[in-house]
């Protein structure tokens, strides 16, 4: 498969634990935050968003914790899969407007079996 | 489910040509986009457009122009391919702002 970073950060969890991705973004003008996964070979997967009048959001196993003073933004996922293993970033932008969205670089999840 | 297909997920061309990339979406959305992503540099926006016929410069446009006649297709184009365009192209679409964009699986293109 194709790697999508050669040198990202990488959290190594055992499967059946829970796993939390961190991302710092840099706009305090940002009003609207997404997570993406993004498997080997594949485009980037829509997972969650979060608007900044809200600090928390639950899907299905993943919450988005999002803390406007310190600019960080958080993904956890709850009882960790095989399959969960991906790149995973954060994008940063503004409800007015999906055209400049801002894209971290990444972390690779790894799931220890 | 959002379907945002791209015609071809390997290109092998030479310098100089010309080079098509194709993208369509089954959604109706307003916004489409192409990005390309580099190792260490992430994502990088290259076009996108808000409208039929509209199209607005990304990041890194040069050598690259775009057309989009129909609301569903986005095109690609690089009018002389050369050896640093090779990389992952990556199209999106989304409803409007403040909506996520959703990506296809990625075209990845060699200049040879």
């Known amino acids: 498969g194709e790697s999508v970073g050669l040198h990202l950060p990488t959290l190594s969890v055992q499967e059946g634990d829970n796993s939390i991705i961190n991302c710092a973004y840099s706009?305090?003008?940002?009003?609207?935050f997404i997570w993406y996964k993004q498997e080997s070979g594949k485009g980037p997967q829509f997972i969650i968003d979060?608007?900044?009048?809200?600090d928390k959001r639950q899907g299905q196993r993943v919450t988005v914790l999002l803390n406007k003073t310190v600019k960080h933004l958080s993904l956890q996922i709850a009882a960790t899969q095989p399959g969960d293993s991906a790149v995973y970033f954060c994008?940063?932008?503004?409800?007015?407007?999906?055209?400049?969205?801002?894209f971290g670089s990444g972390t690779r999840l790894l799931v220890r079996p | 489910d959002v379907k945002v297909t791209q015609s071809s997920r390997y290109l092998v061309k030479r310098t100089g040509e010309k080079v098509f990339l194709e993208c369509v979406q089954d959604?109706?959305?307003?916004?489409m986009f192409w990005y390309r992503q580099d190792p260490g540099l992430g994502l990088r926006l290259i076009y996108f457009?808000?409208?039929?016929?509209?199209?607005e410069k990304g990041d890194i446009p040069e050598g690259y122009s775009v057309s989009r006649e129909k609301k569903e297709r986005f095109s690609l184009i690089l009018e002389s391919a050369s050896t640093n365009q090779t990389s992952m192209y990556l199209c999106?679409?989304?409803?409007?702002?403040?909506?996520?964009?959703?990506f296809g699986n990625g075209t990845r293109l060699t200049v040879t």
């Open positions: 706009n305090s003008a940002s009003d609207y």
């Open positions: 457009s808000y409208d039929v016929k509209m199209k």
């Open positions: 979060i608007r900044s009048n809200m």
């Open positions: 999106a679409s989304s409803l409007s702002g403040g909506s996520p964009l959703h």
């Open positions: 994008a940063e932008g503004s409800m007015d407007s999906s055209y400049k969205l801002i």
């Open positions: 959604m109706d959305h307003e916004n």
